[in-house]
């Protein structure tokens, strides 16, 4: 058994900035505190790492921390951030293909497939190179991107922040024969739509969450979320489920 946790959009900003009266490193410091209780084998960051833009500064201080935790972790690049700096921080990661950062590894027989979604959409190159390495999988992938590969139902982050081929994303899925677990951030809410065999699970962030039944931007609460993914070899079963995490507010 494989347990991993996907934490994702945590949006950590420098020591100074408290968005939405919100204490982003104090978050940060909390959710890798949480995570480290659950013995866990593997952690994957769904992207946005920075509060706006890439900085240097903020995710060397986050590589202390996750370092720390004594763990493997990967990451996949959100629309916050730079995958070729990124990576350069983050030098265990592989290198980007043409400014992209997209690569695939096998865990407990499982290809897992971490895509890059920075730009709002995927070149022609790595929907190929995805269409490529899908036929040739032997069980069941996992494919952790940024942002769904469709419309969840979400007005404000659908009518703004959907990704952009995602028509051409999701037929690229839909036309591989195994169903197809798919993690994703972005969209700030907890969410999970099946749609033949693919499957795809929006996870929470670690900064605020979005209400999901407007179509302008309002919050719908401020504590953190991560899930925790469990990986039986030999059967073809993913379970997941989402815990929260009380967030920082300064009131
Ligand atoms: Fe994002």
Known sequence: ??????????????????PFDIDLRQ???????????????????????CLLGHEDG????????????????????GNHDDPVQLQRV???????????????????????????????KMSKNQKQWLRDHLVTVTSDPIIVMHHPPMLMGVPH?????ALQDRDEVLRILLDCSRH?????????VEKMIRMQHVTVHVTPSCYLQID????????????MAFRLI??????????????????????
């Open 1 to 18: 058994m494989m347990k991993i946790c996907f934490l994702t959009d945590l949006h950590t900003g420098n020591p100074d900035d408290k």
């Open 27 to 49: 978050n940060f410091l909390d959710v890798i505190k949480a995570i480290a209780a659950y013995n866990l084998d593997l952690l994957i960051i769904g992207g946005d790492l």
């Open 58 to 77: 903020i995710c060397q201080w986050q590589k202390i921390h996750l370092d720390a935790l004594g763990i493997p972790y990967l990451i996949t690049a």
């Open 90 to 120: 983050f030098d265990e990661l592989p290198t980007p293909i043409s400014g992209e950062l997209y690569y695939q590894k096998n865990f407990q027989s499982r290809p897992f497939f971490f895509l890059d979604t920075s730009q709002g």
């Open 157 to 161: 982050m659908d009518q703004n922040h």
């Open 180 to 188: 197809i677990d798919v993690l994703c951030g972005h969209y700030h």
């Open 212 to 223: 999901a039944s407007q179509v302008d931007f309002a919050v719908d609460h401020k504590n």
């Open 230 to 251: 469990t990986l039986v070899p030999d059967e073809q079963r993913f379970a997941s489920e989402v815990r929260y995490v009380p967030g920082n507010e300064i009131r």
